[in-house]
């Protein structure tokens, strides 16, 4: 019947079957959508398909179970290697795994300080892992992390706009702060290591069967050495011995005049001394008119008068500072007493300074700065006779209402040394007290500067008093410098002298001059009071001036000994060709 229906429909066409035709394409059009049902029927059959396709892994399952029930063939090289694996994974994750050897672990320890969460075991090998790295400072890393907002209102910007919170928001922000965790480091380290090194360097010596080695072995060969790039000090060159004679014929002189007039005033009773204490020599007299004492007595201006002392060709020069007088009829007394010209860097005639020194300075340029414009200058050889000079840092060196000569005997007092004024000249020396320890005095190489003999003595005294024998001394700076213990070569150090604490001492050359200074003050001594001649100057025969810090040497018949002046006064008693003695104090050490 259907090919009638398209047969006809293409064999005669009609209006009217044009029409039915239209309306039979139309109705194709109809027919379209139940077209495209049927191919929507088509999509539960792919479903189908699809749950054929998921069903493929059911089949691969059993693939997975071929591979653990493989032949026997392909089992036996291959089923037992890949059985451990699963036991070495447990060990893994257990305890690092039974194959690592102990040294591993600990270099792994050493590279890891921070181990995972699965090593809590072993983190406390861990807390000194920064023992050796800088300091943790949690305040920097406070502020350098956290931050903190001011008083106003906190506003965010998101992409690039502000962002306003709404009455109900879906957003909350919490701010917390979790500081760093920082790795344990040790503190007393370094205190433990100070306290080992000192024992090491109190017992250092012990290890040389020869003995420490003094500072001067080196400088007193006279010889320039190829690899010691310091000072040479040449020899001591001794002192002629006196010529020992039955009878010494000895012409003393006394003149005393008036400076610059040169007008000769007559005196008795003239004293002048020096003791190791004192910068000036001290002066005394007795004269007999008033015209004398009018040319010596001070001005209405209070400026002093300068004279002349000559005995015996030995000269000083004097300020007149007072006198007095005594009238009772019919007689009539006048003294008159001075000092050498250095009293004028003290009081009341050298003005009162405070100072602080802005930059390093050392000692020598401390004390030659306080002469600057007065005239005088300094003598201080640190490299041959001593002391030695150390170094003030900026800040160190302060004084206030000193004077020039309280300053520099202040540094002098530092390293144990003395200030011991020129007797004609505007000059000072600073040189030290003891010029070697008593216990070197014995020695060929010792500095002796006056031979004594006995057959020279008029008179001969002494007192001796018992004292510790002192083989250590702590000395120490207080804002700066070093600390040291200065102990004597050879001994245990095990009766030390009080310690000494001084502004001053800055540096390693202060504390050792003034260690070995205090412990040449213990010991037994003997101060012994020796009265001989005063010979003329130039005279090679005889003794001579001796000064304070000067070693003598005193040939006794029961065996010669060394002694350190501390005190000289020259006595000339009545007029003119009077009789001149010279009074000395001797520290003898036993």
């Known amino acids: 019947m259907l090919c009638v229906k398209v047969s006809g429909g293409w064999s005669r066409a009609r209006v009217v079957d044009r029409q039915a035709d239209a309306m039979g394409w139309d109705a194709l059009v109809a027919l379209d959508p139940r077209a495209a049902l049927r191919w929507q029927h088509g999509v539960p059959r792919q479903q189908q398909a699809a749950c ?34 699963p036991a070495c994974d447990q060990g893994m994750q257990a305890k690092w795994g039974q194959r690592l050897r102990a040294v591993d672990v600990r270099l792994r320890l050493i590279y890891n300080p921070m181990p995972a969460a699965r090593d809590a075991r072993v983190r406390a ?23 903190v907002p001011g008083a106003g209102p906190l506003a965010f910007s998101f992409a690039g706009q502000r962002y306003t919170p709404p009455s109900s928001p879906l957003v909350f922000f919490d701010f917390r702060y979790e500081p760093v965790r920082a790795a344990i480091q040790p503190t007393d380290s370094a205190r433990l290591g100070l306290r080992w090194q000192n024992a090491r360097r109190l017992n250092r010596a012990s290890h040389l069967p020869w003995g420490r080695a003094r500072v001067l072995d080196g400088a007193l060969t006279d010889m320039p050495y190829v690899d010691y790039p310091g000072p040479v000090k040449p020899l001591p060159e001794p002192p002629p011995d006196p010529s ?56 209405e201006v209070g400026d002093n008068t300068e004279i002349e002392l000559d005995i015996n060709g030995w000269k000083w020069v004097v300020m007149v500072e007072g006198y007095s007088r005594q009238l009772k009829f019919p007689t009539e007394a006048y003294s008159i007493k001075g000092a050498t010209r250095t009293q004028l860097l003290a009081g009341p005639y050298a003005p009162l300074r405070t100072g602080l020194n802005a930059a390093p300075i050392t000692a020598l340029q401390a004390a030659t700065e306080q002469l600057l414009y007065t005239g005088f200058t300094l003598v201080w050889n640190a490299g041959t006779v001593g002391p030695a000079d150390w170094t003030f840092p900026a800040g160190a060196l302060s004084y206030q209402s000193q004077t020039a000569m309280q300053v520099i005997a202040r540094i002098a007092e530092t390293v144990g040394a003395v ?46 008093t018992p004292g510790p024998a002192w083989n250590a001394c702590y000395v120490s700076g207080t804002s700066h410098g070093v600390s040291m213990l200065v102990r004597r070569a050879g001994t245990a150090g095990d009766n030390p002298a009080p310690d ?68 000289v006064e020259i006595t000339a008693a009545g007029t003119g060709a009077s009789r001149v003695d010279q009074q000395l104090k001797l520290e003898r050490h036993f």
């Open 419 to 464: 200030v011991r004024p020129a007797r004609a000249a505007d000059e000072l020396e600073v040189r030290p007290r003891y010029p070697v320890p008593p216990w070197e005095w014995g020695q060929v190489d010792a500095p002796i500067d006056r031979i004594i003999p006995p057959a020279m003595m008029t008179a001969l005294g002494g007192e001796w």
């Open 500 to 567: 000494v604490f001084d502004d001053w001492i800055t540096g390693e050359e202060a504390n050792r001059a003034r260690g070995v200074h205090e412990l040449s003050k213990g010991g037994n001594t003997e101060i012994v009071a020796v009265s001989i001649p005063l010979f003329p100057f130039g005279d090679d025969h005889g003794v001579g001036l001796v000064l304070p810090a000067q070693l003598c040497r005193v040939p006794e018949e029961t065996g010669p000994w060394v002694g350190l002046c501390l005190a």
């Open 52 to 85: 054929g396709w998921n069903a493929v892994p059911a089949l691969d399952a059993p693939g997975l179970l071929a591979w653990g029930a493989a032949s026997q063939r392909s089992a036996e090289p291959w089923a037992q290697p890949w059985s451990k694996v």
């Open 244 to 299: 020992i004679l039955d009878t010494y014929m000895i012409a003393n002189t006394v003149n005393l005049v008036v400076l610059p007039s040169r007008t000769p005033i007559e005196a008795k009773n003239v004293r002048i001394g020096l003791d190791a204490d004192s910068f000036s020599w001290t002066f005394s007299a007795d004269i007999f008119t008033k015209a004398a004492l009018d040319l010596v007595a001070p001005d």
């Open 125 to 147: 090998r861990a807390r000194r892992s920064n023992e050796y790295g800088p300091r943790f400072d949690a305040a920097a890393a406070v502020a350098a992390s956290l931050y």
